[in-house]
């Protein structure tokens, strides 16, 4: 009994955990807020702020894609890619 209680915390701990990653466009929401904060009141708020909900619903409407980047774009990134003009012949 006390095995499975055990697992079920640690299951549900674990999910609690990846509900909490933030993508690059709420991290930099983040950022905005805590600067903002400074800037105004000397103090930060732990709580959510206006930019970073809105860099949370960017990061879901593109899957994550940092701002200015498309995710079909994403290939630019990857060095060995056929639209990589550096690439050598072969």
């Known amino acids: ?5 055990l697992a ?3 299951a549900l ?8 990653t933030q993508g690059p466009n709420e991290e930099a929401g ?3 807020d805590t600067a ?3 800037s ?8 959510q ?3 970073e909900e809105q860099g949370e619903q960017l990061d879901e409407a593109t899957g994550g894609a940092p701002v200015g980047e498309s ?5 630019r990134r990857n060095p060995t890619s056929v639209y990589d003009h550096r690439r050598p012949p072969g």
């Open 1 to 5: 009994m006390l095995k499975t209680v």
């Open 8 to 10: 079920a915390g640690a």
């Open 13 to 20: 701990s674990l999910i609690a955990v990846a509900a909490c």
């Open 30 to 32: 983040e950022a905005a």
């Open 36 to 38: 903002y904060e400074q």
């Open 40 to 47: 105004t009141t000397g103090t930060t708020d732990p709580g």
């Open 49 to 51: 702020g206006p930019l």
């Open 71 to 75: 995710p079909r774009l994403s290939r």
